[in-house]
């Protein structure tokens, strides 16, 4: 990982102190603030299932706003610019719900649903989008039987105000976090330290069940959770939970720098070296269970949703390095954080 220099070190040393205190109050004197033409952050939680917004453009006018929804818990979000729209899925209602024109309201508006489908999954978790395909992976066990792992992801097509649900794919193993490279969909295998893809996801149209193209593991990590792959710098970066019953202090995330010739290097079923991977660990990181990441390549900026250390928090980490136990330069209470998505307009 490229070393930030001085200027954007000095940058986000300011971008800190200013987001740390903006952030403890939502009804600061930038909650009316145009959202529109920003670099945005948007999280989501199991604890209220609201959105939190937070505007990282300015590194000495940080803002941040709370839109209030119907639904209990959520997680996997995404920011949609054309509609200026954010889409999450509801734990609480099972189905995705988009807030259309968001970028203009208030902090604490409540937002009613404007773009929606059926209700059709168990325990939805992350979102991924291919121009107007959402997927949704869902973390259910399928067939009842604990000893088959098994996962579903819900594919659904947006036209206008409505999801459409075109097919379900079955998955030979627990699914949690899930990104697009292209057409290719990779998926983290829950409760493993593996990573599998499925190469031209988007071309599977009928319902079906799936085995991944090809899985690897990765030295160093227990369980993996959230992902995110940066197309321009071709690295992934995925978090370790540990131990989920610790959500205090063993957490980590990896990055993995020329990630697509390391992937493709590694045969199927081996495993990538933690030599060529950068691993960030320990006390001072605050990670417990890192549950979700999302990466601005620009600044080098590493976002993570963090549900266990302190109740939850969103913390942020651009002075990797060559890792380690290294502190957070964003340290932000969410109370049981569980999805980030950065868009940068």
Known sequence: ???????????????????????????????????????????????????????????????????????????GIYYDATSDAVIQASRSELGLEGFSNIS???????????????????????????NNIYVVADNADVDGDATTPDGKLYIYTKS????????????????????????????????????????????????????????????????????????ASDIMIMTD??????GQDDGAFHIIEDFTSKFNDTENGATLAVTQQTRVAGDATLLGNPVDVAYDSETETIFIAEAGNGGGRILAFNNIGS???????????????????????
Do not use: Q
């Open 1 to 75: 990982m490229k070393r930030l220099n001085l200027n954007t070190l000095f940058a986000t040393t300011i971008l800190t102190s200013v987001l740390v205190c903006s952030c403890s109050n939502d009804d600061d004197n930038n909650s009316d603030k145009d959202y529109s033409a920003s670099t945005a952050l948007y999280a989501s939680n199991n604890s209220d299932g609201n959105i939190t917004i937070y505007d990282v453009t300015d590194a000495a006018n940080i803002s941040t706003k709370t839109l209030i929804t119907s639904s209990a818990m959520a997680d």
């Open 104 to 130: 203009s309201l208030l902090t604490n508006a409540a937002v009613s649903v404007d773009i929606s489908g059926t209700n059709d999954m168990s325990s939805p978790r992350e979102v991924a989008v291919n």
């Open 160 to 231: 206008g105000n409505s999801f459409t649900l075109r097919n379900t794919i079955i998955t030979d193993f627990k699914l949690w976090g899930i990104t697009f490279n292209g057409n290719d969909l990779y998926a983290v295998v829950d409760a493993t330290n593996e990573l599998a893809v499925f190469n031209n996801f988007t071309a599977n149209t009928s319902d079906a069940t799936l085995s991944a193209s090809k899985r690897i593991a990765f030295e160093g990590i227990t369980r993996t959770h959230g992902l995110t792959y940066d197309t």
């Open 241 to 246: 939970i540990a131990d989920a019953a610790n």
């Open 323 to 345: 890792g380690g136990n290294i502190s957070p330069v964003v340290n932000n209470s969410l109370a049981a954080a569980s999805s980030v998505f950065l868009s940068k307009k």
